[in-house]
Protein backbone atom coordinates (compact mmCIF):
# COMPACT_ATOMS: atom_id res chain seq x y z
CA UNK A 1 0.00 0.00 0.00
CA UNK A 2 1.60 3.26 -1.36
CA UNK A 3 0.43 5.60 1.67
CA UNK A 4 0.76 9.66 1.45
CA UNK A 5 0.91 11.98 4.09
CA UNK A 6 -0.40 16.13 3.31
CA UNK A 7 2.64 17.64 2.46
CA UNK A 8 4.04 19.83 5.48
CA UNK A 9 2.85 23.55 5.93
CA UNK A 10 5.73 25.28 6.62
CA UNK A 11 9.00 24.53 4.62
CA UNK A 12 12.26 26.02 5.53
CA UNK A 13 15.29 25.72 2.45
CA UNK A 14 18.77 26.49 3.39
CA UNK A 15 21.05 27.66 0.05
CA UNK A 16 18.01 29.33 -1.95
CA UNK A 17 19.85 28.81 -5.17
CA UNK A 18 19.13 27.54 -8.39
CA UNK A 19 17.14 24.31 -7.61
CA UNK A 20 16.04 25.48 -4.41
CA UNK A 21 14.19 28.88 -6.04
CA UNK A 22 12.30 26.81 -8.41
CA UNK A 23 11.41 24.46 -5.33
CA UNK A 24 10.59 26.96 -3.37
CA UNK A 25 7.84 28.28 -6.23
CA UNK A 26 6.42 24.79 -6.82
CA UNK A 27 5.91 23.80 -2.98
CA UNK A 28 4.31 27.40 -2.85
CA UNK A 29 2.25 26.81 -5.81
CA UNK A 30 0.47 24.08 -3.67
CA UNK A 31 -0.07 25.55 -1.24
CA UNK A 32 3.03 25.64 1.68
CA UNK A 33 4.72 28.84 3.17
CA UNK A 34 8.14 28.47 1.93
CA UNK A 35 11.11 30.43 2.94
CA UNK A 36 14.83 29.57 2.41
CA UNK A 37 18.60 31.47 3.45
CA UNK A 38 21.66 33.18 1.10
CA UNK A 39 24.65 34.55 1.98
CA UNK A 40 22.90 38.07 0.90
CA UNK A 41 19.55 38.98 0.74
CA UNK A 42 19.92 42.16 -0.69
CA UNK A 43 21.57 40.75 -3.90
CA UNK A 44 18.58 38.26 -4.59
CA UNK A 45 16.10 38.58 -7.21
CA UNK A 46 12.85 40.48 -6.00
CA UNK A 47 10.56 37.48 -6.91
CA UNK A 48 8.00 37.47 -3.64
CA UNK A 49 10.29 34.54 -2.13
CA UNK A 50 11.23 34.96 1.64
CA UNK A 51 14.79 34.97 2.38
CA UNK A 52 16.91 35.44 5.64
CA UNK A 53 20.67 35.97 5.93
CA UNK A 54 22.94 32.78 6.60
CA UNK A 55 26.36 33.15 6.99
CA UNK A 56 28.99 30.69 8.26
CA UNK A 57 30.69 31.49 11.45
CA UNK A 58 27.83 34.39 11.99
CA UNK A 59 24.94 34.18 14.46
CA UNK A 60 21.67 33.51 13.36
CA UNK A 61 19.08 36.78 13.24
CA UNK A 62 15.78 36.40 15.66
CA UNK A 63 14.04 36.43 11.66
CA UNK A 64 16.09 33.28 10.74
CA UNK A 65 16.08 31.49 14.23
CA UNK A 66 12.02 31.59 14.10
CA UNK A 67 11.42 30.35 10.82
CA UNK A 68 13.79 27.31 12.34
CA UNK A 69 10.90 26.77 15.18
CA UNK A 70 8.45 27.23 12.82
CA UNK A 71 9.33 24.81 9.83
CA UNK A 72 7.56 21.46 9.74
CA UNK A 73 10.77 20.57 7.39
CA UNK A 74 13.75 21.68 6.56
CA UNK A 75 15.53 21.09 3.19
CA UNK A 76 19.95 21.74 2.95
CA UNK A 77 21.52 22.44 -0.25
CA UNK A 78 24.24 24.08 1.22
CA UNK A 79 28.03 22.93 -0.62
CA UNK A 80 29.46 21.13 2.44
CA UNK A 81 33.43 22.60 3.70
CA UNK A 82 35.92 20.40 5.70
CA UNK A 83 33.56 20.12 8.70
CA UNK A 84 30.27 18.98 7.03
CA UNK A 85 27.51 21.22 6.49
CA UNK A 86 28.32 24.81 7.40
CA UNK A 87 24.65 25.59 7.44
CA UNK A 88 23.54 22.91 9.98
CA UNK A 89 26.73 23.85 12.60
CA UNK A 90 24.93 27.84 12.88
CA UNK A 91 21.83 26.61 13.32
CA UNK A 92 22.23 23.01 15.34
CA UNK A 93 20.82 24.22 18.39
CA UNK A 94 18.02 25.68 16.92
CA UNK A 95 17.16 22.65 14.87
CA UNK A 96 17.79 20.51 17.85
CA UNK A 97 15.11 22.56 19.83
CA UNK A 98 12.46 22.67 17.22
CA UNK A 99 8.82 21.36 18.40
CA UNK A 100 8.09 21.87 15.33
CA UNK A 101 10.13 19.73 13.01
CA UNK A 102 9.37 16.58 11.26
CA UNK A 103 11.61 15.87 8.62
CA UNK A 104 14.61 17.23 7.45
CA UNK A 105 16.49 16.39 3.90
CA UNK A 106 20.06 16.70 2.81
CA UNK A 107 21.17 17.17 -1.08
CA UNK A 108 24.12 15.74 -1.47
CA UNK A 109 25.91 14.34 -4.78
CA UNK A 110 26.82 11.66 -6.60
CA UNK A 111 30.22 12.17 -5.92
CA UNK A 112 30.08 10.41 -2.76
CA UNK A 113 31.08 7.10 -5.24
CA UNK A 114 34.13 6.25 -6.61
CA UNK A 115 34.85 6.12 -10.50
CA UNK A 116 33.11 2.92 -11.51
CA UNK A 117 34.57 2.90 -15.31
CA UNK A 118 30.97 3.43 -16.49
CA UNK A 119 29.66 0.92 -14.02
CA UNK A 120 26.41 1.33 -12.26
CA UNK A 121 25.71 2.62 -9.31
CA UNK A 122 22.68 2.03 -7.15
CA UNK A 123 20.96 3.38 -3.64
CA UNK A 124 22.94 -0.14 -2.28
CA UNK A 125 26.76 0.75 -3.53
CA UNK A 126 28.80 1.67 -1.19
CA UNK A 127 29.82 5.38 -0.65
CA UNK A 128 33.58 4.46 -1.76
CA UNK A 129 34.58 8.11 -2.92
CA UNK A 130 37.83 9.28 -1.34
CA UNK A 131 37.99 12.47 -2.55
CA UNK A 132 37.83 15.56 -0.15
CA UNK A 133 34.99 16.40 -2.02
CA UNK A 134 33.56 13.06 -1.83
CA UNK A 135 34.42 13.41 2.64
CA UNK A 136 33.03 16.65 3.01
CA UNK A 137 29.75 15.37 1.44
CA UNK A 138 29.44 11.97 3.49
CA UNK A 139 30.13 13.91 6.61
CA UNK A 140 27.46 16.82 5.83
CA UNK A 141 25.30 13.89 4.78
CA UNK A 142 25.92 11.72 8.36
CA UNK A 143 25.47 14.90 10.27
CA UNK A 144 22.17 15.63 9.05
CA UNK A 145 21.12 11.86 10.06
CA UNK A 146 22.54 11.89 13.27
CA UNK A 147 20.12 15.10 14.04
CA UNK A 148 17.84 13.21 12.61
CA UNK A 149 18.04 10.02 14.60
CA UNK A 150 18.74 12.10 18.04
CA UNK A 151 15.09 13.53 17.69
CA UNK A 152 13.62 10.75 15.77
CA UNK A 153 12.60 12.71 12.60
CA UNK A 154 11.83 11.22 9.25
CA UNK A 155 14.93 12.24 7.20
CA UNK A 156 15.88 11.95 3.67
CA UNK A 157 19.46 12.21 1.60
CA UNK A 158 19.32 13.06 -2.49
CA UNK A 159 22.45 12.10 -4.04
CA UNK A 160 21.96 13.96 -7.55
CA UNK A 161 23.79 14.01 -10.74
CA UNK A 162 24.67 16.74 -12.74
CA UNK A 163 21.67 19.63 -12.77
CA UNK A 164 20.31 21.86 -15.45
CA UNK A 165 17.61 23.53 -16.27
CA UNK A 166 15.98 26.38 -18.22
CA UNK A 167 18.53 29.26 -17.85
CA UNK A 168 21.53 27.23 -17.12
CA UNK A 169 22.55 24.48 -19.56
CA UNK A 170 24.62 23.57 -22.39
CA UNK A 171 21.92 26.38 -24.83
CA UNK A 172 23.45 29.03 -22.48
CA UNK A 173 27.23 28.21 -22.52
CA UNK A 174 26.99 27.80 -26.41
CA UNK A 175 25.50 31.32 -26.40
CA UNK A 176 27.70 33.05 -24.06
CA UNK A 177 30.74 31.26 -25.46
CA UNK A 178 31.65 29.67 -22.00
CA UNK A 179 31.10 26.01 -23.49
CA UNK A 180 34.34 23.54 -23.37
CA UNK A 181 34.10 20.42 -25.61
CA UNK A 182 36.51 18.15 -23.29
CA UNK A 183 37.01 14.78 -24.69
CA UNK A 184 37.54 11.36 -22.60
CA UNK A 185 36.93 8.32 -24.45
CA UNK A 186 34.08 6.21 -23.01
CA UNK A 187 32.50 8.71 -19.95
CA UNK A 188 29.00 9.20 -20.01
CA UNK A 189 27.38 10.71 -17.02
CA UNK A 190 23.41 11.29 -15.87
CA UNK A 191 21.59 14.62 -15.66
CA UNK A 192 18.42 15.41 -13.42
CA UNK A 193 16.18 18.43 -14.77
CA UNK A 194 15.92 21.03 -11.57
CA UNK A 195 11.75 20.51 -12.37
CA UNK A 196 12.26 16.86 -11.63
CA UNK A 197 14.58 17.06 -8.76
CA UNK A 198 11.85 19.71 -7.20
CA UNK A 199 9.28 16.47 -8.37
CA UNK A 200 11.18 14.06 -6.42
CA UNK A 201 11.74 16.36 -3.23
CA UNK A 202 8.09 16.83 -3.25
CA UNK A 203 7.11 13.15 -3.70
CA UNK A 204 9.41 12.48 -0.58
CA UNK A 205 7.79 15.26 1.76
CA UNK A 206 4.87 13.22 1.32
CA UNK A 207 6.54 10.15 2.20
CA UNK A 208 6.93 8.57 5.58
CA UNK A 209 9.72 7.14 5.78
CA UNK A 210 12.08 7.16 8.36
CA UNK A 211 15.52 7.53 7.03
CA UNK A 212 16.09 6.99 3.38
CA UNK A 213 18.43 7.24 0.84
CA UNK A 214 16.94 8.71 -3.12
CA UNK A 215 19.54 8.58 -6.10
CA UNK A 216 17.16 10.24 -8.74
CA UNK A 217 17.80 10.62 -12.36
CA UNK A 218 17.15 10.40 -15.70
CA UNK A 219 17.59 7.43 -18.00
CA UNK A 220 20.30 8.69 -20.52
CA UNK A 221 23.35 8.51 -18.70
CA UNK A 222 25.47 10.25 -22.07
CA UNK A 223 29.01 11.54 -23.71
CA UNK A 224 29.09 15.45 -22.68
CA UNK A 225 29.61 15.74 -26.03
CA UNK A 226 26.24 14.49 -27.38
CA UNK A 227 24.61 16.80 -25.20
CA UNK A 228 26.89 19.56 -26.57
CA UNK A 229 26.22 18.81 -30.31
CA UNK A 230 22.33 18.59 -29.63
CA UNK A 231 22.13 21.93 -28.26
CA UNK A 232 24.70 23.28 -31.23
CA UNK A 233 22.35 21.91 -33.55
CA UNK A 234 19.23 23.15 -31.89
CA UNK A 235 20.78 26.70 -31.45
CA UNK A 236 22.93 26.52 -35.14
CA UNK A 237 25.95 27.20 -33.33
CA UNK A 238 29.31 25.68 -33.89
CA UNK A 239 30.66 23.14 -31.60
CA UNK A 240 34.27 24.47 -29.51
CA UNK A 241 37.05 22.94 -30.60
CA UNK A 242 38.14 19.49 -28.93
CA UNK A 243 40.55 19.41 -25.95
CA UNK A 244 41.61 16.18 -24.15
CA UNK A 245 40.21 15.84 -20.81
CA UNK A 246 44.33 15.27 -19.64
CA UNK A 247 45.17 18.13 -22.12
CA UNK A 248 47.13 20.94 -20.16
CA UNK A 249 44.69 23.61 -20.50
CA UNK A 250 41.46 21.88 -18.49
CA UNK A 251 41.49 23.26 -15.43
CA UNK A 252 42.11 21.17 -12.30
CA UNK A 253 38.60 21.57 -11.22
CA UNK A 254 37.15 20.34 -14.83
CA UNK A 255 39.70 17.49 -14.76
CA UNK A 256 37.70 16.54 -11.39
CA UNK A 257 34.86 16.02 -13.21
CA UNK A 258 35.76 13.83 -15.88
CA UNK A 259 37.97 11.54 -14.08
CA UNK A 260 34.77 9.78 -12.62
CA UNK A 261 32.42 8.15 -14.87
CA UNK A 262 29.90 6.19 -13.50
CA UNK A 263 26.11 5.46 -14.75
CA UNK A 264 23.47 6.09 -11.88
CA UNK A 265 20.42 3.69 -11.64
CA UNK A 266 17.30 5.42 -10.28
CA UNK A 267 15.08 2.55 -10.37
CA UNK A 268 14.65 1.96 -6.44
CA UNK A 269 13.99 5.63 -5.99
CA UNK A 270 11.28 5.88 -8.83
CA UNK A 271 9.68 2.82 -7.37
CA UNK A 272 9.60 3.88 -3.46
CA UNK A 273 7.92 7.82 -4.64
CA UNK A 274 6.00 6.43 -7.60
CA UNK A 275 8.16 9.00 -10.03
CA UNK A 276 8.67 8.88 -13.64
CA UNK A 277 11.12 12.13 -14.98
CA UNK A 278 9.42 14.60 -16.83
CA UNK A 279 12.54 15.09 -19.03
CA UNK A 280 13.77 11.52 -19.18
CA UNK A 281 16.77 12.65 -21.49
CA UNK A 282 19.13 15.91 -22.19
CA UNK A 283 16.77 16.20 -25.46
CA UNK A 284 13.49 16.80 -23.80
CA UNK A 285 15.46 19.49 -21.12
CA UNK A 286 17.31 21.37 -23.78
CA UNK A 287 14.45 21.28 -25.84
CA UNK A 288 12.01 22.51 -23.15
CA UNK A 289 15.12 25.59 -22.30
CA UNK A 290 15.70 26.42 -26.13
CA UNK A 291 11.77 26.75 -26.61
CA UNK A 292 11.34 29.17 -23.56
CA UNK A 293 14.29 31.20 -25.05
CA UNK A 294 17.93 29.89 -23.53
CA UNK A 295 20.69 30.05 -26.18
CA UNK A 296 19.18 33.03 -28.34
CA UNK A 297 20.80 35.51 -27.37
Avoid at 259 to 273: C, G, P
Amino acid sequence: MHHVRALPRRVLILGMGYSGRLLATRLQSLGVQVSGTVRDPAAAPLDGLTRHALVAGRDPDAALLAAVDQADAVLSSVPPDADGDPALRVLHDALQASSALRWVGYLSSTGVYANRDGGWVDARSEADGRSSAALHRLRAEAQWQALATARTLDSAVFRLPALYGRGRNALVQLAEGRARQVLRPGLVFNRLHIEDLAAVIIAALRQPSGHTLYLPADDEPSPPQDVLAYAARLSGRSMPPAQAWDDASVSPTLRRFYESNKRIDSRETRALLQWQPRFPSYREGLRDAWAHGDGRQ
